[in-house]
């Protein structure tokens, strides 16, 4: 990543990231409550992602399956494979790493996690947005920057703070008209505070 004190970061998180992978193994599992459990024997599982259907009915991360159920009996579950007792996160390591192929492709990143990464900006933004200058992005471009099935959230993160602003409706999110009103852009955002 650049070194300085003016950097462009965004942080980008995959939402609901665990689940997004169980939804695009199991398309039948969009649009409707559901969650990621693992280690089953007890209570049904611990749950680790939750759909925002489910999250609806009250359905949260941490809570034991059986807990859920009560709140929402139609609760659909996916289950963590599991490998000599132990939890199997093979599944979720290569979506992640396809997400992260694709992220590179932009910028230098270092990953956070298994859904999150910072992508270093800084050598890019200033001649992307005077390409760009206010328009859309080019639609050859967005084939290449979709991952299917796994829809993220991404936003300004001066200096790498690791803001977590952002929501899934978008609105944290700015397109800057031109170089050097990225500030500005996102000065009415709930990730402001972060400039």
């Given at each position: 990543?650049?070194?300085?004190?003016?950097r462009?970061v965004a942080?980008v998180?995959?939402?609901?990231?665990f689940m997004?992978?169980?939804?695009?193994?199991?398309?039948?599992?969009?649009?409707?409550?559901c969650?990621?459990?693992?280690?089953?024997?007890?209570q049904?599982?611990?749950?680790?992602a939750?759909?925002y259907?489910a999250?609806?009915?009250?359905?949260?991360?941490?809570?034991?399956a059986?807990e859920?159920r009560?709140l929402?009996?139609?609760l659909?579950?996916?289950?963590?494979p599991?490998a000599?007792?132990?939890a199997d996160?093979t599944?979720?390591r290569?979506?992640?790493a396809?997400?992260?192929r694709?992220?590179?492709r932009?910028?230098a990143?270092?990953?956070?996690s298994?859904?999150?990464?910072?992508l270093?900006l800084?050598?890019?933004?200033?001649?992307r947005?005077?390409?760009?200058?206010?328009?859309?992005?080019p639609?050859?471009?967005l084939?290449?920057t979709?991952?299917?099935g796994?829809?993220?959230?991404?936003?300004?993160?001066?200096?790498g703070k690791?803001?977590?602003?952002?929501?899934?409706?978008?609105?944290?999110?700015?397109?800057?008209?031109s170089?050097?009103?990225?500030h500005?852009?996102c000065?009415d955002?709930?990730?402001?505070?972060?400039?």
């Amino acid at each position: 990543m650049s070194r300085g004190r003016e950097r462009v970061v965004a942080l980008v998180d995959m939402d609901c990231f665990f689940m997004q992978v169980e939804q695009r193994l199991d398309p039948q599992l969009r649009g409707r409550p559901c969650a990621v459990v693992q280690y089953t024997e007890w209570q049904g599982g611990g749950i680790i992602a939750v759909s925002y259907e489910a999250r609806a009915f009250g359905v949260s991360r941490g809570m034991w399956a059986s807990e859920a159920r009560a709140l929402c009996p139609e609760l659909a579950l996916a289950r963590v494979p599991q490998a000599r007792g132990k939890a199997d996160l093979t599944r979720y390591r290569e979506a992640s790493a396809e997400v992260m192929r694709v992220l590179s492709r932009f910028a230098a990143i270092e990953r956070a996690s298994i859904d999150e990464a910072y992508l270093d900006l800084t050598d890019s933004a200033r001649h992307r947005l005077r390409d760009l200058s206010g328009r859309p992005l080019p639609a050859a471009l967005l084939p290449s920057t979709f991952v299917q099935g796994l829809p993220s959230e991404a936003g300004p993160d001066p200096a790498g703070k690791g803001t977590r602003r952002a929501d899934p409706a978008g609105k944290g999110t700015h397109h800057p008209r031109s170089p050097g009103k990225a500030h500005s852009a996102c000065s009415d955002s709930p990730g402001s505070r972060a400039w």
